[in-house]
């Protein structure tokens, strides 16, 4: 299943590997965002949903604008592209907000950024 790691700090060549990680960065640690993209095309569409709600409420909205609501990590065939397929399509991309759904929920409420 696909997350993204939010906490995750690269290092650049300007930087010391000594250096004290920002606040907001040591915060983010292991923090894991559940997304899910559907459909294909060039032009792309990021749901964010509302207060405790999960990426699954975008259901009609997604089957709309790309024709289906199989997910694309779900998908091993090739993609049949739906409606969309003549106007290039679209790809969505949904997530659940951090604390809720799949995503990481963080230990202490302090830690809600």
């Keep these: 299943m696909p997350y993204c790691d939010v906490g995750t700090q690269t290092s650049s060549p300007s930087t010391s590997s000594s250096a004290v990680a ?3 960065v040591q915060l983010n640690n292991d923090v894991k965002i559940f997304y ?3 459909g294909r095309g060039p032009t792309k569409v990021l749901l964010i949903i509302g207060l405790a ?4 409420g975008w259901g009609p909205q997604i089957k709309g604008l790309t024709g289906t609501d199989v997910a694309n990590d779900e998908d091993d065939a090739v993609w049949s592209g739906g409606d969309n397929e003549a106007g290039g399509g679209i790809e969505v991309c949904a997530f659940d907000n951090r604390g809720v759904g799949r995503s990481s929920i963080p230990i202490r409420k302090s830690d809600y950024s």
């Design 36 to 38: 899910r993209t559907y």
């Design 22 to 24: 920002p606040a907001d």
């Design 53 to 56: 709600a999960t990426h699954e």
